[in-house]
């Protein structure tokens, strides 16, 4: 048929189609069970007839006599454009009450099905049971927000699959801060009922700002640090210029290649030693259930900072026009997928607003492209300061010989 496969597919029929300079293709052979010997060529799928996946199965080595008990297929389906029909809810425009989820929305996986089914499931029970407010989960709050954002606002051409590259918030997108961003939104809106999981929330949102808190108030100096601790870790060569300085124990924390454990093992020797106060006393190490999102919450903080800034600056850039001459390529452009160099060259946008609606660039590829305009802006720039303070040095120099 026409239609568009997934960009990200294994298959081989797509890998010959769009890289026709490969000479080789993995093929992953995996058992479908321990009571079965059929086996499943991973990466081997395409709209082949029967005989020829047999004739290319038989060409690898091993598999001279394999049988194929099922042969692969392609499946074309039609769906609706999700720009243009659905809502951030899932309704769709036309047909009020209506909600869809899945393939239909333009999107390709299990995962992509089961988070649109969510949002669209929610609000269908709340036109049920007559609830006015709507469940949306926004782009910070978690990935399925982003799908959702992403087919609402921008549509798709092709089947559409979630990618952690897709999210401008992904730091702050943690599988250990999933119950800190949704369960009490879940609650709010009677998806959650259950009285002891929010009780369970609380006290862990309780523990994590209680020991955040205690390790910013605990300070010692770098020397300190370097002498209970390891000197490598606390900084190696650097202790001889900042020994007399303090650092708290957060900022310990953040650096490189220290664990929240080893800081906290030095806050309780101290602590035994001496009287400690209220605010930096520790009861123990982090207990398990809060260790991991302590430790990321504080190494993350200034990145995050610095995500926050980095948005902030590209919704300021929207309006701003990029200049024509740009080629998408990859010796430009190194750090940008093949992907998003094919969809640059081909729509050329003349706006950082026009780019942000082609469909697969993500929010840092946009960032990182407004950065090489400003950063070209400011080279073409000084070239035009040097070429024109030339020019009058010149002029000078003919002025004084003349």
Not at 157 to 164: G, L, Q, V, W
Not at 290 to 295: G, L, M, Q, R
Not at 306 to 334: C, H, K, N
Not at 391 to 399: D, E, F, G, P
Request: charged share 30%.
């Amino acid at each position: 048929g026409d239609g568009n496969g997934p960009r990200y597919c294994p298959s081989i029929y797509k890998k010959v189609q769009r890289f026709p300079e490969r000479t080789g293709h993995n093929c992953f052979l995996e058992p479908e069970g321990l009571d079965t010997d059929i086996v499943y060529p991973n990466g081997m799928s395409g709209p082949y007839p029967p005989d020829i996946q047999l004739k290319i199965l038989r060409s690898m080595t091993g598999l001279s006599e394999v049988e194929i008990v099922r042969p692969g297929y392609d499946v074309e389906y039609d769906f609706v454009n999700p720009q243009t029909a659905l809502t951030h809810t899932l309704e769709t425009k036309p047909i009020a009450g209506l909600y869809l989820a899945g393939q239909i929305c333009g999107t390709t996986g299990y995962e992509e099905a089961a988070a649109q089914g969510i949002v669209a499931g929610a609000n269908a029970g709340r036109i049920a049971v007559q609830q006015q407010e709507e469940f949306v989960i926004g782009r910070d709050e978690g990935y399925i927000g982003v799908l959702i954002d992403d087919l609402v606002t921008k549509g798709t051409n092709e089947p559409y699959r979630m990618f952690t590259s897709r999210a401008e918030y992904r730091m702050s997108l943690r599988a250990d801060n999933a119950d800190l961003r949704l369960t009490r939104k879940g609650f709010e809106f009677g998806l959650v009922h259950d009285q002891e999981r929010l009780q369970a929330l609380e006290t862990r949102e309780y523990m994590i700002d209680d020991r955040i808190a205690k390790l910013k108030h605990f300070s010692l100096k770098v020397q300190d640090w370097a002498d209970r601790g390891s000197r490598e870790l606390m900084g190696g060569a650097q202790i001889g210029k900042h020994g007399s300085q303090k650092k708290t124990a957060d900022e310990v924390v953040s650096m490189p290649h220290v664990t929240l454990k080893d800081v906290e093992n030095v806050m309780i020797a101290v602590q035994s030693e001496q009287q400690s106060d209220e605010e930096t006393e520790l009861d123990g190490p982090s207990p398990s259930s809060i260790y991991d999102t302590v430790e990321a919450a504080i190494k993350y903080q200034f990145y995050e900072k610095r995500q926050q800034r980095d948005m902030a600056s590209w919704r300021r850039a929207q309006g701003l026009r990029i200049p024509p001459d740009i080629t998408y390529v990859r010796s430009e452009f190194p750090a940008l997928r093949s992907e998003e160099l094919e969809k640059l060259s081909r729509v050329q946008p003349t706006t950082f607003a026009e780019a942000s609606q082609i469909s697969g660039l993500n929010p840092h590829t946009l960032v990182y492209l407004y950065n090489y305009v400003e950063r070209r802006s400011k080279e073409r720039d000084r070239s035009r300061r040097r070429e024109n303070q030339n020019l009058v040095n010149n002029r000078k120099q003919a002025t004084e010989s003349g």
